[in-house]
């Protein structure tokens, strides 16, 4: 089964709202990692977060490994948030290659 | 965003004919990563260089493909013979070292007629 599941698939938010993206994963971890991907397909890291609560802006992630959850927290959200948010959990004993969820595509509407 | 360089930025193959995809990775990150994403699918990781040694890869990788790193500021990925299913974007990622975070390059997309 797959071991990266986001919820939700689509998100459509009213500028200003809230909203809350979910990771679950189904494996251990050795890190988490949320990317916001452009239309073009290239990456922005926008947290490394193995475990517990991190901050920057209006974004904060927080990872609770015994849960095997993290989720990503985007308060007062802009027509620029727009776009389609990844998170990757890092595992492997001989590295920390990244496995993927397939991603929720957030559109924020003025 | 991390200094991570890849190039080209578009490619257009036929079927059959080999492909070749350069990463410059940020300066002193030795673990270099390259992911395959598909339409509208997930990233999947495709191998992993440690101080330029291959260190992981799948099973596609070592039977089609061709990566080197060849310096700690070059690294490539190559197609011996293009097929359809390979049209995707391939993603180049570097890290300080194994365990930390990974910064991405902006892609080549990889268009196979």
């Known amino acids: 089964g797959q071991q990266v599941q986001q919820s939700p698939a689509s998100l459509v938010l009213q500028e200003g709202e809230n909203a809350e993206l979910q990771c679950n994963f189904s494996?251990?971890?050795?890190?988490m990692q949320w990317f916001y991907q452009r239309p073009g397909g290239s990456l922005v890291s926008l947290f490394y977060?193995?475990?517990g609560t991190k901050h920057s802006g209006r974004l904060t992630s927080t990872t609770v490994i015994k849960e095997r959850r993290s989720s990503l927290h985007i308060s007062s959200s802009q027509t620029t948030d727009s776009g389609t948010y990844l998170c990757?959990?890092?595992?492997?004993?001989?590295?920390?290659?990244?496995?993927f969820g397939i991603g929720t595509l957030l559109s924020v509407k003025p | 965003d991390a200094a991570v360089t890849q190039k080209p930025r578009y490619l257009i193959k036929m079927k059959g004919q080999e492909a070749e995809m350069k990463c410059i990775p940020e300066?002193?990150?030795?673990?270099v990563f390259w992911y395959q994403q598909k339409q509208s699918k997930e990233l999947k990781f495709l191998i992993y260089?440690?101080?330029?040694?291959?260190?992981?890869q799948i099973d596609m990788v070592k039977e089609r493909f061709s990566a080197v790193c060849p310096s700690s500021s070059l690294c490539s990925l190559g197609i011996r013979t293009c097929e359809a299913e390979d049209s995707a974007l391939y993603l180049c990622s570097s890290s300080q070292s194994r365990g930390y975070e990974q910064y991405f390059g902006p892609g080549t997309r990889l268009t196979v007629l």
């Open positions: 300066k002193g990150h030795t673990a």
């Open positions: 990757a959990l890092g595992y492997g004993s001989s590295g920390n290659k990244l496995i």
């Open positions: 260089f440690q101080n330029q040694q291959p260190l992981d």
């Open positions: 494996t251990s971890l050795n890190s």
């Open positions: 977060n193995p475990s």
